[in-house]
């Protein structure tokens, strides 16, 4: 089973309020997670990315929560500003030779209030 | 501009008709990949190419037809198309082996209207 399951489908916070968007998977053989940002008109871009090894990366205001046993994973937004408003899609993959296939939760639709 | 490149933005056809969406990247990746983006749905991939040559296809109907010519472009052939194939098409470029951990490099899709 290769599905990532999302929560929640959309999220309103306040200006300077922490965000939090969850995710699950079910395969164990996933040994890459990264989150991704979409902008309206944009393909979806990086954010930010964890190994199953680790459980906790944070770069600037972007904080992913690792939790292996659980098979969970979140992306915590410090001091969530207006700009942060995106629909955020976390990721997983398998390791597969020179192409690796990403396979997508459904989707977080941000908004965050000035 | 990300360093993938995708045409036309927009695409309006008619069901019989026949169309090509166009992907160029030049950042040295050496795999590209077709996604369709609906809404309230997840990423869906539907075509792999790995060093031109293609790694997967997801059960995607035969109307879609991907073609690979090189390293740096990418096509996605539509004919006979159905209203419900409306979406955003994604193409994305990736660097091989390790190199993996850079991610995945989007372009800004083609967004398609079946009529």
């Known amino acids: 089973q290769q599905q990532v399951k999302q929560s929640p489908q959309s999220l309103i916070v306040q200006k300077g309020g922490i965000s939090i968007i969850n995710c699950a998977y079910e395969?164990?053989?996933?040994?890459?997670f990264p989150w991704y940002q979409q902008f309206p008109g944009k393909g979806p871009a990086l954010l930010i990315a964890i190994r199953p090894d680790v459980s906790e990366k944070k770069e600037g205001r972007f904080t992913i929560s690792f939790n292996k046993s659980a098979k969970q994973f979140s992306l915590h937004i410090m001091d969530s500003q207006p700009g942060d408003s995106a629909t955020y899609f976390c990721?997983?993959?398998?390791?597969?030779?020179?192409?690796?296939?990403?396979?997508f939760g459904s989707g977080t639709q941000l908004t965050v209030l000035p | 501009e990300t360093g993938v490149t995708q045409t036309p933005r927009h695409l309006v056809m008619g069901m019989t008709n026949k169309k090509s969406l166009k992907c160029e990247q030049h950042?040295?990746?050496?795999?590209m990949y077709w996604y369709k983006q609906s809404a309230k749905k997840p990423l869906e991939l539907m075509f792999v190419y790995s060093l031109e040559e293609r790694v997967e296809n997801n059960s995607v109907p035969s109307r879609f037809s991907p073609e690979c010519p090189n390293s740096s472009h990418l096509f996605l052939h539509l004919h006979t198309l159905q209203p419900e194939d409306s979406a955003l098409y994604l193409c994305?470029?990736?660097?091989?082996?390790?190199?993996?951990?850079?991610?995945?490099?989007f372009g800004s899709g083609t967004r398609l209207t079946v009529v």
């Open positions: 950042l040295g990746h050496n795999a």
């Open positions: 990721a997983a993959t398998l390791p597969s030779g020179s192409a690796r296939q990403l396979t």
């Open positions: 994305a470029s990736s660097p091989g082996g390790g190199a993996y951990l850079y991610g995945y490099t």
């Open positions: 395969n164990t053989a996933f040994d890459y």
